[in-house]
């Protein structure tokens, strides 16, 4: 789970250099620097919440999000292969490996591992730090509510395990559990720990959310815009809040909002090394 995300962050970084280095292609916002934007974006994650928590009500198959899940995972490799590849041939290679994600399903974790950690670069591409850290908060404080007060975060959970959708990557850890760290949608940043009872004993399952690489990602290629140590400062701080998320799963059994502590040791990491670099002052300005 560890390697995994490290490797998500590492991937975002690598993609968020090519995109950084052709604004034209990639810069969606004459202003990235406006905070607006982050409240935009914030206003979209409480939109999808609502219309998942109404599909799920009154939609009963599963075919649509199948459908979901493979056009972003195509537009994210398309994406990435154009950075290295013209683009019919980056397209063509994305519709082949969409279609071996049909035919080999055990590869779909790995595939989504990759378009998340695609998406995080994008939107630090879009957004520059102060925007980025706006919407991180935001979705965090959002995360503490739907989590541990509406608790709509975790019907949402439930709801799209139960239709094999939930947009997350599972782990093992150890020989008698397994790693997982529950999300719904890009929005629902929750970490649950249940216990399974098997034949062979019980069986404690987290799954790691798409949100929580997504989120740190952003953070840390809006931080390259900066320098290579801020973005540096940023991705050590992810890997901070990654453990930490781990001493809080193994304190607390039950649902837990992950994206707090993963964001906020990303954001204290960023900070700390602007305020010694004297840089805070022209993040803020």
């Known amino acids: 789970m560890f390697a995994s995300f490290v490797f998500a962050q590492l991937l975002a970084v690598a993609a968020g250099t090519q995109f950084l280095a052709q604004p034209e292609t990639y810069q969606q916002f004459d202003n990235p620097g406006d905070v607006s934007h982050s409240l935009v974006f914030f206003g979209y994650v409480l939109l999808s919440a609502v219309v998942l928590l109404l599909v799920l009500k009154y939609y009963r198959g599963n075919a649509f999000f199948l459908?979901?899940?493979l056009f972003l995972l195509f537009v994210s490799l398309w994406i990435l292969f154009e950075l290295a590849l013209p683009s019919m041939y980056a397209l063509g290679?994305?519709?082949?490996i969409v279609a071996l994600r049909l035919a080999f399903p055990r590869a779909r974790?790995?595939?989504?591992l990759i378009?998340?950690?695609?998406?995080?670069?994008l939107i630090g591409t879009w957004l520059d730090?102060?925007?980025?850290?706006?919407f991180a908060v935001l979705l965090s404080g959002y995360d503490l509510v739907a989590v541990f007060y509406t608790k709509h975060m975790i019907a949402l959970a439930k709801g799209l395990d139960s239709r094999g959708a939930s947009f997350s990557i599972q782990f093992s850890s150890g020989e008698a559990s397994k790693v997982r760290v529950a999300k719904a949608s890009l929005s629902a940043a929750t970490a649950k720990r249940v216990p399974v009872r098997r034949s062979e004993g019980t069986i404690e399952l987290i799954e790691l959310g798409t949100g929580d690489i997504v989120?740190?990602?952003m953070l840390t290629v809006a931080a390259l815009k900066i320098s290579f140590y801020a973005a540096a400062a940023s991705l050590a701080g992810s890997v901070i809040g990654i453990l930490l998320l781990f001493y809080l799963l193994?304190?607390?059994?039950?649902?837990?909002?992950?994206?707090?502590?993963i964001a906020g040791c990303t954001l204290a990491a960023t900070v700390l090394y602007l305020l010694y670099s004297g840089g805070l002052a022209g993040v803020l300005g």
């Open 215 to 217: 989120i740190p990602a």
């Open 250 to 261: 193994e304190k607390r059994r039950g649902y837990w909002p992950a994206l707090p502590p």
């Open 67 to 69: 459908i979901v899940e």
């Open 129 to 134: 730090l102060l925007p980025a850290a706006l």
């Open 109 to 112: 974790e790995f595939l989504l």
């Open 93 to 96: 290679i994305a519709l082949v």
């Open 115 to 121: 378009a998340t950690s695609v998406v995080g670069a």
